[in-house]
């Protein structure tokens, strides 16, 4: 197979780096095969309305809550395995080994605030743990504590083993992408170094390793990290790296599917697998299209999506949904073929709803693989996505308060269930042994502004809606100063204002929600002359002055929503959805004292709003009629259906702000 890389034209400086503005989370800004650049981490605010209130609840409760936690001898350990590895104090590592990588994603969420806010409490924060970090790196560029602990201690043992089954190199992508970021925030180039220097280790190790030893990354978030230093340090040795991380997966005897590495990624076309590191790979393969322009990339990219968007994925955004599965499942016999899988895709419609998996890491994996999508094609079903998920799968992973977590996000929580889960069903301060979902939803919440728009020469994308500020500059690096107006997603009127515009004609391309129909779009009062397609962005272009404002009024009303009838778990069972926000009811949201298990939902209901109140946040309930199922099912398995059915009053709520009410149980479907 004949492929071609494209390197950068600009040069590769050894000495220090420019501080890069303009560049956001992802710096695609020279990626040559990338329809859509990111805008700045500093240009976007919210300066209201749903986002502003959670990243209130982001920089006063979660920021300072998880770095105080992880700064907890006593709970994560985390820190204090740096200082053990430094030789600042004696110990042994603690915690699960990726722990470091969980205190890098804490780092990642100060850096991308600190870019906002300009918080000089956080600068200090940053540079402390910082110099902490260059004296725990070896001389070769090698950081990861439960190795280096024992070097420093003489307890090693089998070096390579532990440092290859250790989640090292998933600890390595995130400290190289939060070093990306604090470095974008912050134009000091101290814990960029330190990236540099794992960078470079890699690139060695890959060089000399055998397949067999290299094939052991759990987790392959170094694939976003390496593509992301090579786009801030024009380094080509890194692209290479990229690209030998791509070829080496799947040319080993002993791959598995759960790594998603038994063949190689050129002849995947399906999702496999745990979900987690399904994401993190597709989401680091894409980086690596955006620079090589493979189309082979892209393609298997597109296949896997669909089969995930069109077949694996919840109604909330959510991946990932068995404990345990099977691969390939009812083909074989063989135990060499047929694998466990944990966190499993599972099978095509597959999607249990008790026990479902749907871990929050998982469900932020889907977002990152999805803004890089997007970013690609600039295709308005890759942000429906981001949207979907931010909104309900990522948000249900933390509490209105900020300071409790779920690893797994199911779609019903029973008191009669008859076994005990894995995981259970309320938030925690801290996860024993898996932490790692409260450090990434506090990273992700920190970086939703930098979703909010794109940038092409043509003009700007309109992602995600919200009352926020943009402060930025064209592709052509002229000025574009704009603000939105609106209480999105609880209301669908948007108003988006002009404050500086860019001579000449420039095009804005709104996104027209795929949920929505009817949408209205207005220049200065006046419909727009175009037709607005659900699920595609709505081209405007024309030359804006200060004071152009363009009004958007998208539709919010219920929606009754059924699954494909292939998914067995919910035929003939419905959903209920307003604009982005799937809903569900709890326990305390019926009107009579009943399991949720026996509600029956009127489908000719009112479905009327209410704005209530929980944990001092303002949410908009929907109000409905159902009726009980009156026979109990105790030692039942199997009765005759029941004419004779109990009216009563349903409240429910959005599904990310379910179990902040101290209510038993929770369904998002209901049979009708």
């Known amino acids: 197979m004949k492929r071609y890389i494209i390197l950068s034209s600009i040069l590769f400086i050894t000495g220090s780096i420019a501080f890069a503005q303009n560049k956001g989370l992802v710096d695609n800004s020279a990626s040559p095969f990338t329809k859509l650049k990111s805008v700045g981490l500093q240009d976007v605010r919210w300066t209201g309305g749903f986002w502003q209130q959670q990243l209130n609840v982001e920089n006063k409760e979660t920021l300072p809550y998880m770095w105080d936690l992880y700064h907890n001898d006593e709970v994560s350990h985390a820190y204090a395995n740096f200082e053990i590895a430094a030789g600042q104090m004696k110990g042994t590592f603690k915690g699960p080994s990726f722990h470091d990588g969980d205190f890098y994603k804490i780092f990642e969420g100060l850096a991308a605030t600190y870019a906002v806010t300009k918080d000089k409490k956080l600068d200090k924060q940053m540079d402390e743990a910082i110099a902490l970090f260059q004296k725990v790196q070896r001389k070769d560029g090698y950081l990861h504590t439960p190795v280096l602990i024992d070097e420093r201690w003489g307890t090693l043992g089998p070096e390579e083993v532990k440092k290859q089954l250790g989640f090292e190199k998933y600890n390595m992508g995130h400290l190289m992408t939060a070093a990306c970021v604090h470095y974008r925030a912050t134009g000091k180039s101290s814990f960029l170094n330190v990236a540099k220097g794992v960078a470079d280790y890699l690139y060695d190790f890959y060089k000399k390793a055998s397949p067999e030893l290299a094939r052991n990354a759990i987790c392959p978030s170094h694939y976003m990290g390496i593509v992301e230093m090579y786009r801030t340090t024009k380094n080509p040795k890194y692209l290479e790296l990229a690209n030998n991380l791509i070829d080496i997966r799947g040319t080993t005897n002993d791959g598995t599917d759960d790594n998603q590495d038994r063949i190689p990624f050129r002849q995947q076309t399906t999702a496999m697998g745990h979900a987690v590191r399904a994401n993190y790979l597709y989401a680091g393969v894409a980086d690596l299209y955006a620079e090589t322009g493979e189309q082979k990339l892209l393609d298997n990219l597109k296949s896997i999506w669909e089969d995930v968007a069109y077949r694996k994925m919840y109604i909330t955004g959510a991946c990932g949904a068995l404990y345990d599965g099977v691969s390939p499942d009812g083909t074989s016999y063989n135990p060499t073929e047929v694998q466990k899988i944990h966190q499993a895709y599972g099978r095509p419609f597959q999607l249990p709803n008790a026990t479902a998996h749907t871990e929050t890491c998982a469900n932020i994996g889907n977002v990152l693989w999805n803004w890089r999508m997007l970013q690609l094609t600039a295709d308005a079903k890759y942000a429906d996505v981001i949207e979907l998920a931010l909104y309900n ?65 043509e003009g700007l994308y309109v992602n995600l809606y919200g009352t926020n500020a943009l402060n930025s500059k064209t592709e052509e690096a002229a000025p574009i100063q704009l603000h939105q107006q609106s209480n999105y997603p609880w209301d669908g009127a948007i108003a988006i204002t002009f404050d500086k515009a860019p001579k000449g004609d420039y095009a804005l391309f709104l996104r027209i929600p795929g949920w929505s129909s009817g949408t209205v779009v207005k220049v200065n009062d006046r419909v727009v002359d175009a037709n607005s397609i659900s699920g595609s962005y709505l081209k405007i272009n024309r030359q804006w002055k200060k004071g152009d404002v363009i009004s958007l009024n998208i539709p919010m009303p219920v929606q009754l929503m059924e699954a494909n009838p292939l998914v067995e778990e919910t035929k003939n069972q419905l959903a209920v959805k307003r604009g982005p926000l799937v809903y569900c009811l709890e326990s305390n949201g019926i009107s009579k004292e009943a399991s949720i298990n026996d509600v029956v939902l009127d489908v000719n209901s009112n479905f009327k709003t209410e704005t209530i109140k929980v944990d001092h946040r303002d949410l908009v309930a929907i109000n409905a009629q159902g009726f009980l199922n009156s026979e109990s099912w105790d030692k039942k ?10 009216a009563v009053s349903l409240q429910l709520v959005p599904y990310f702000s379910w179990g902040n009410a101290n209510s038993k149980e929770m369904t998002v479907w209901f049979p009708h």
């Open 637 to 646: 398995l199997y009765q005759p259906v029941q004419k004779s059915k109990t």
């Open 393 to 457: 799968s990522v948000l249900s992973g933390i509490n209105l308060e900020g300071n409790k977590f779920c690893y797994n996000n199911p779609l019903n929580v029973s008191v009669d269930l008859p076994f005990k889960q894995r995981w259970g069903s309320e938030r925690e301060g801290y996860i024993a042994l898996s932490n790692c979902c409260a450090p990434n939803v506090t990273r992700t919440v920190a970086e939703v502004s930098n979703y909010a728009y794109s940038l092409t020469k």
